[in-house]
Structure formats: C-alpha cells, structure tokens
C-alpha cells in the first residue's frame, strides 16, 4: 500500500457515527459486540450513509494478525465494523462483559442479506476468486435466489493491477450502482483492497474470504452443531490440512495465550 493510497483513504468522510456500535477491544482490534439481527437491522437502516465504507470480517487469524502488525491493526480498525467472526472472539468478549456479544460469520451474513434482497431490491457485485468459481457461484446463487440482482463479477489477475487498470474496474462498479460489493480475496489482501478503495467504490464493500468457495459449493461448511461449538476450524483443517494446520497453529496458541489468559 502506498503513501499516497493511504493518505487518500484517510480523506474518506465517513457518514456513520461508529460510537453508536458496540465494541470489545481483543487484541487491539475493535470487534463489535453484536449479535447477526442486529448487524443486519443495522445494515438495512443505514445500508445508504454505509455505501463507500468496509465491514471487516474479523476471526482468530484476522486478529492475532493485526496484534502482530500495527498497520493491519489500522486497516482492520478503519472499518465502520468489524464482525466478531471467530467464536472465540465472541466467548472473550461475552467473559469481558458484552451479554449479548455472539459470532457473526461472513458467509452468514452474506446469506442473511441475499435472502432479503430481492424484497428490498439490493443490487450486488461480486470481486475476487477465479472466473470458474464466479460462474459456479452465479449459477448457485440464482437458483437458491431467482430474483437476485447481480450487476457484475470480476476475478482480478493474481498480480496487482495498474493504477490504470484499477480505475476501469472502479469505474465499472460505480457505474453499475451495487449495493453490496462482496470481496472475496483471502485474508489480509481483500481487507488491504478495501481500504484502499475506501470511498472510491459506491458500495458497502464486505470481505467474506471463503464466502465464495462455500456459497459456489467448492467447500462445505461445517455442521450447525460444529459452528455452534466454535469447532468450525476443525472441520475446515479436516478438509485443508496441509494449507490450514501451520496457520491455526500460529494463531490460534497465541490467541490463547494473549487474549484469554492475558486479557489482551
């Protein structure tokens, strides 16, 4: 990220008033202390002052990153929310005082608003992965919603794009008027893609990582009971092993350590 990106970011007029969110500070990062019916009841209440602002999905990796790197930290916190994703995250922010504090996943989210969009005839756009999964994931979504509006995909090269060509496709996206423009990047690029595009794409911008794979039926989410149980993870590192086991190892001690028996 440039100087130059930064600073522009930072000249963004937000138009929320982010004290009006409940928050528990988890290892520096801000992670509201929210429940989904009140993030969704937020989100269709405020849906036109959000528009050129990000939600961060936040879970055990997310945060454990940004306790490490203060410039992530930044970024995550830039947001005009960050979703308690991780259940972790919730059951420390329960212990801290914050009752009604629950997990509040991306893919979760994503599905709740795409179920009332066709009653409130929210538009949607659709950044990351890769054209096959795209195609899958118009397909699926369509069938499980007809009267979905999607105005657009777009699967960005895996290099960074030019100035030149980022403008195109920001331009495109502003001109197709999206209510909800759904990154699917992986963590950290998609939260790096939507500060930097914070207030140039006219969109509530939501990075759901593996939103996409799920939604496309590239993978399957854990059962009910499992996500219940904060136990998603374990179902995830049966299905990735050897992507997922260094990483969780990584994160999910020193979340421990710092957060739950330190009180960071």
Same mark, same amino acid.
């Given at each position: 990220?440039?100087?130059?990106?930064?600073?522009?970011?930072?000249?963004?007029?937000?138009?929320?008033?982010?004290?009006?969110?409940?928050?528990?500070? +988890? /290892?520096?990062?801000?992670?509201?202390?929210?429940?989904?019916?009140?993030?969704?009841?937020? $989100?269709? *209440?405020? %849906? @036109?002052?959000?528009?050129?602002?990000?939600?961060?999905?936040?879970?055990?990796?997310?945060?454990?990153?940004?306790?490490?790197?203060?410039?992530?930290?930044?970024?995550?916190?830039?947001?005009?929310?960050?979703?308690?994703?991780?259940?972790?995250?919730?059951?420390?922010?329960?212990?801290?005082?914050?009752?009604?504090?629950?997990?509040?996943?991306?893919?979760?989210?994503?599905?709740? +608003? /795409?179920?009332?969009?066709?009653?409130?005839?929210?538009?949607?756009?659709?950044?990351?992965? $890769?054209? *096959?999964? %795209? @195609?899958?994931?118009?397909?699926?979504?369509?069938?499980?919603?007809?009267?979905?509006?999607?105005?657009?995909?777009?699967?960005?090269?895996?290099?960074?794009?030019?100035?030149?060509?980022?403008?195109?496709?920001?331009?495109?996206?502003?001109?197709?008027?999206?209510?909800?423009?759904?990154?699917?990047?992986?963590?950290?690029?998609?939260?790096?893609?939507?500060?930097?595009?914070?207030?140039?794409?006219?969109?509530?911008?939501?990075?759901?990582?593996?939103?996409?794979?799920?939604?496309?039926?590239?993978?399957?989410?854990?059962?009910?009971?499992?996500?219940?149980?904060?136990?998603?993870?374990?179902?995830?590192?049966?299905?990735?092993?050897?992507?997922?086991?260094?990483?969780?190892?990584?994160?999910?001690?020193?979340?421990?350590?710092?957060?739950?028996?330190?009180?960071?």
């Amino acid at each position: 990220m440039t100087n130059e990106t930064s600073k522009e970011s930072t000249l963004f007029k937000r138009k929320i008033d982010k004290s009006q969110i409940p928050t528990c500070k +988890i /290892l520096g990062v801000d992670i509201a202390a929210i429940d989904m019916d009140w993030l969704l009841n937020y $989100t269709a *209440e405020n %849906l @036109e002052n959000l528009k050129g602002d990000y939600f961060s999905v936040v879970n055990v990796y997310s945060d454990v990153t940004a306790y490490n790197d203060p410039e992530f930290c930044k970024i995550l916190n830039s947001s005009a929310l960050c979703m308690p994703d991780g259940g972790p995250l919730a059951t420390v922010g329960r212990h801290r005082g914050y009752k009604n504090m629950q997990r509040t996943t991306g893919p979760s989210y994503m599905g709740e +608003i /795409l179920k009332m969009s066709a009653e409130r005839g929210w538009k949607h756009y659709f950044y990351g992965s $890769t054209d *096959e999964t %795209l @195609e899958k994931l118009r397909t699926k979504l369509l069938d499980a919603y007809p009267n979905l509006n999607i105005v657009g995909m777009y699967s960005p090269p895996f290099r960074a794009l030019t100035e030149e060509e980022d403008k195109l496709i920001v331009d495109r996206i502003n001109e197709l008027q999206p209510d909800f423009v759904w990154v699917g990047l992986s963590c950290p690029k998609q939260e790096h893609w939507m500060y930097e595009h914070l207030g140039k794409v006219n969109g509530l911008m939501v990075g759901v990582g593996a939103g996409f794979d799920y939604f496309a039926g590239n993978i399957s989410r854990a059962p009910e009971w499992m996500q219940d149980h904060n136990l998603e993870w374990v179902y995830r590192l049966i299905q990735e092993p050897k992507r997922l086991f260094m990483k969780y190892w990584h994160t999910n001690i020193p979340f421990i350590w710092n957060a739950m028996i330190r009180g960071k």
